[in-house]
Structure formats: C-alpha cells, structure tokens
C-alpha cells in the first residue's frame, strides 16, 4: 500500500533532507527564503557574465596587456567555456548528490575567482580565472532552477523558473550602472571585487536556507535511470535537441550583445559612459522581458511566448543595422533585451516543466551546458567581424539572426510538442474504443 504524506506535515530524513515531491506540495516561508537566496545567486551570476563588456575597452587600452578585438573576443569567451563545462557536469552532479551542495560550492566558486582577477597580472592569467569561475556561474543556474522548481507548487513552476532569471539582467543592469562611476574613479579591477559580496553575504544565507533534497534518482521508484543516455534516447531524444540548439541560438545572441554592446556603441562614436547607457538599456528590457514573459508563458504557455520573444528580438538588431536615431536606438536594445533574455528564460522554464524530477537537473544541465557553445562562440565571432573590418553592424545582423534561427527552432519544438499530444490522445481512443 502506497503511502502519501500530508502536505501539511512533510516527512524528513533524520538529517533535514527533504524529499521534492513533499517540497513542493506546500511554499512555506523557508522555501520562500531558499528561492530568494537562489535568486540573489543567479543576480551575482548575472553581474558576472555582464561586467566583462563593461570593462572590456579598458582592458584593450588601460592595462598594457596586448589586446586586441579579437584577443579579447577570445578572453570574453573563457568564461562562456566554463559555463559550458559546469552546466553539463553541475545538473547531473545535482540530480546524483544533491542541489544544495553543488549550488553553494558553484557560488563560493564563482566568487573567489571573479575576486582573483582583479589582480590578474595579464591577459593569460585572467582568462584562467575566468575560465575557472565560469565553471561555477554555468553550475549555479541549472541547480538552483532545479532545487526552485522542487520547492514550488507545479502550477506556478513555469512563472517561478522565468522569474528566478530576472536576476541574470538585473544583475547586468547593476554592472553597467556600477561601471559609470566606478571604472572612471577606481579602474577597471574594482568591478571585480564587487563579487566579495556574493562570497561574504549570499554564500552563508545558502548556507543558512537552502533546503538539500534527497536527490529524485535515489528517492523515486524508477525504471528509468537518470543521466544524460536517458535524455538522448526515447522519449527524449528530439525535444532534447531541439531545447539544446535552440537554447545554444539564444545565448549567442544574448551573450554576444552583452560581451559587445560597449564597445560596438563607443566604435559608433559614443563615449565610454553612453556607450555603458546602451548597455543599461539592453539589461532593463531584459529585467521587463523576465517579467512580462513571467506572465506572458503562464497564460499563453512558455513555448509560444518563446517564438514572439525570439522573433521580436530579431527584428530589433535588424532595425539597429539602418542606423536610427538614437531614441529609437534606445527602444531596439530594450526590446532586443525583452526578447533575447526572455526567449532564454522561457526555455528554461519549458525544460523545467517537460522533464520528470529526477531528470530535470539533467535537462536543464544539458540545455544551459549545449547552449554555452553560442555564449563561447559569440564573443570570438564578434571580434573577428570587426578584426575583418566588417563593421559594427556585422554584428548586429549575426545576432539578429541567432535570434531568427532561435524562432524557427523553438517553433519546431511547439510543433513536436503538439504532434506528441495528438499522438498520446489518439492511443487513449484506440484504447477506449477497444474497451
């Protein structure tokens, strides 16, 4: 006789650990408090990713280090490569030993190298550390999604996964603010040390909130194993692909703005402090983008929301390549934020909700970890195009297209989605007629 426990009174280990099922049958405050913390997380992972491009120009002409635009298009994509590494290994590691372990250890990670490169000594070391502390910031994110999405009540799961990454752009929004009075003052090392904070502050509230629960693989009565040959088989095999190409099309076009956007403004002509506005514009419509996507996905689903972000996102870098006036410059880069961060978040929460508990950390391991190859790959294609003398608004037009390709692939993936539906319901009537 199966035994389910009360919602009201969840059953525990001896230790604390917390089974996700139980977790998410009630929000209490304590997994409100956990969901602030991963949140406060992702935000430093945001500021993180985004302040590179803030202080990219003064590492080319301050620190006597040799860069060129395509060098550090390169050092740009360290970072990215790393993300890459400990998406992949992070989700799988936190479906196999927990989510609380490996968010608080990729956190702690980040920190202490994003603080390691202000003193980076040269362009060589600082791309280590930034390949280090990548490593960290593409672990978080998938582990605190998945350790969010078990805390929650599955109807708000898809809102939750989408606002959890508003702190991606709010935390980037606060690295271009950051950057215009500080990098003048203090140099560009300063920005680097804000990470002390995530370290001295948010690592212990992880440390103090997070819940650990038992990991699904261990905890459910599965047939199925959890790992990435369950995600490239059937039945996952197709939509697996398609969230990971779609997701790699996005963060090109997301990442290769962000790495980009200050130096492409201050080659247009602008100043390194409207060139940063530029950048604080492109990370505001992202923080509106999570937010109106939030609502967007819970009433018309993640996934349709998804093609309009992607597609309106398109034709914004489009118009940029004609040169507008710079009000309407302004608009295009928060719209391109709306739909590039927002195409991004939908996914996320798509993989967060398609998925069975003990293989979502995997997914969205898998997707983020596959998706990092348009994050490395953006930064190094933007300083070639310019390093060719192809112009500012080469990069505009592969971005806009990363974004178009991200359309069609999610549209693919709704189409996939649809036709697995009517298949499910056509063998319900089969059987209901044999009955």
Not at 13 to 28: C, I, K
Not at 343 to 354: D, G, K, M, P, Y
Request: glycine share 12%.
């Amino acid at each position: 006789m199966n035994h389910t426990p009360s919602a009201a009174t969840p059953e525990r280990t001896q230790q604390g650990v917390q089974h996700p099922t139980e977790a998410a049958a009630r929000f209490s405050k304590r997994s409100a408090a956990a969901a602030l913390v991963c949140w406060l997380l992702v935000v430093f992972d945001g500021y993180d990713l985004i302040v590179y491009g803030t202080v990219q120009s003064s590492l080319i002409t301050d620190t006597g280090w040799g860069l060129t635009k395509a060098t550090a298009g390169t050092v740009g994509s360290m970072a990215f490569l790393g993300m890459m590494i400990g998406a992949i290994f992070a989700g799988r590691m936190s479906d196999t030993w927990g989510r609380r372990r490996t968010i608080i250890a990729c956190a702690a990670l980040f920190s202490i190298f994003t603080i390691l490169c202000a003193f980076a000594p040269n362009a060589f070391v600082f791309g280590g550390l930034r390949l280090l502390a990548g490593i960290g910031l593409g672990g978080l994110v998938p582990s605190a999604n998945a350790l969010v999405a078990e805390l929650v009540p599955a109807k708000w799961r898809s809102t939750i996964a989408t606002l959890m990454m508003s702190g991606v752009p709010i935390g980037g929004t606060i690295a271009a603010l950051a950057g215009i009075p500080l990098i003048p003052a203090f140099g560009w090392p300063v920005m680097f040390l804000v990470a002390a904070v995530a370290l001295l502050v948010v690592v212990p509230l992880g440390m103090r909130f997070l819940p650990e629960t038992l990991p699904a693989a261990k905890n459910a009565r599965q047939t199925e194993s959890a790992g990435f040959k369950s995600l490239l088989r059937a039945p996952y095999l197709g939509m697996s692909v398609l969230f990971a190409v779609s997701t790699l099309a996005t963060l090109f076009a997301w990442y290769g703005l962000g790495t980009w956007l200050p130096n492409l403004m201050q080659l247009a002509g602008y100043n390194l402090g409207s060139a940063l506005t530029f950048a604080l514009a492109l990370n505001l419509g992202a923080v509106v983008g999570s937010v109106a996507t939030a609502w967007a996905g819970t009433r018309f689903g993640p996934v349709p929301t998804a093609i309009a972000a992607a597609a309106v996102a398109a034709v914004a870098l489009a118009v940029l390549v004609a040169g507008p006036p710079v009000g309407i410059v302004y608009v295009m880069l928060v719209l391109a934020g709306i739909g590039t961060h927002g195409t991004q978040c939908l996914i996320i929460a798509a993989v967060a909700s398609h998925y069975p508990a003990h293989l979502r950390g995997t997914a969205l391991g898998w997707a983020l970890g596959v998706g990092r190859i348009g994050a490395v790959a953006a930064p190094q294609v933007g300083g070639l195009l310019l390093a060719a003398g192809l112009g500012v608004n080469s990069n505009f037009l592969a971005f806009a297209g990363a974004a178009a390709i991200a359309a069609v692939l999610i549209g693919a993936i709704s189409v996939k989605i649809k036709s697995t539906k009517s298949t499910s319901q056509n063998t319900i009537s089969v059987g209901a007629s044999n009955v």
